[in-house]
């Protein structure tokens, strides 16, 4: 006599390797989104603080400039990025030069905060 195996056995073994499958790929999709964003934000603070050295190693040779001339005052804004300059204010004083800014300034204006309407449980109609 041949024993029958049990049919749930196999189904349910199948299903649950289709549920693992289907899981993997999920969060392997997840985690190739999460590695681009990643990437993106990265090249991004890469680039931004290139920027600012470039724009650092600029108000240096102005610096340089400065000390050779006899000029006593030297105000001057270098582009960082889109958004930010690096602004310097160099001052000579008994034959020392006083660094008087030296930072980075953000060039857009601050958008104003819109606030929502909400009730106050203050009935307009109520004295």
Known sequence: ??????????????????????????????????????????????????????????????????????ATELKEEIPVTEHQVLSIHLRRKAGKIEIAQWQTIATDEPQQEQYLNVWTNESEGTP
């Open 1 to 70: 006599m041949k024993s029958k195996g049990s049919p749930f056995g196999v189904g349910i073994a199948t299903i649950l390797t289709v549920l693992l499958v289907l899981c993997l790929t999920v969060f392997s999709a997840l985690a190739l989104s999460s590695a681009r964003a990643d990437l993106a934000l990265s090249r991004t603070g890469a680039d931004t603080v290139s920027a600012y050295y470039a724009a650092d190693a600029k108000a240096a040779a102005l610096y340089q400039q400065f000390e050779k001339s006899r």
